[in-house]
């Protein structure tokens, strides 16, 4: 059974409704009808929010890696800085000329090496990740 109403609509939300029933050829009552069903419907809040919980716990779980990832570069970051300043003697001042202009050149090649990487997508992260892994299983053989 069909029950009548009759109601008023601001005249741009009717113009909108006269258009989008036009687009999508379909009657305004039927359209009216979706959206008052929708809009009334008990379950539509619990949808929404169950919705937005799971893209909520997406972006946790991205923020979570992209803290690792931060972690752990600042983690080897700072153990290369601490075992180079350690570990490298100073250099006479005879010998700062020529250090420099190798040190040019290393860093050019180390640039280079950087740019091979992440145009192929290889990264550091997966290969520790890996070297770990594999570390902590025994019956997996390095290769």
Do not use: C
Request: charged share 30%.
């Amino acid at each position: 059974m069909r029950g009548k109403h009759t109601f008023r609509l601001p005249s741009e939300l009717a113009a909108r409704l006269d258009d989008y029933a036009a687009r999508k050829q379909v009657s305004k009552v039927q359209i009216v009808e979706t959206a008052l069903d929708s809009f009334l419907s008990p379950d539509g809040a619990d949808r929404l929010e169950a919705a937005l919980a799971r893209r909520l716990d997406r972006m946790t779980r991205s923020i979570e890696r992209l803290e690792r990832h931060s972690t752990i570069t600042n983690e080897t970051l700072g153990l290369f800085i601490r075992f180079w300043l350690t570990h490298t003697p100073p250099l006479p001042d005879t010998a700062q000329t020529a250090a420099q202009t190798k040190g040019r050149e290393r860093y050019e090649g180390f640039i280079e090496a950087v740019g091979r990487r992440l145009s192929h997508g290889a990264s550091l992260l997966d290969e520790i990740t890996r070297e770990i892994e594999a570390a902590s299983d025994p019956t997996r053989t390095r290769g």
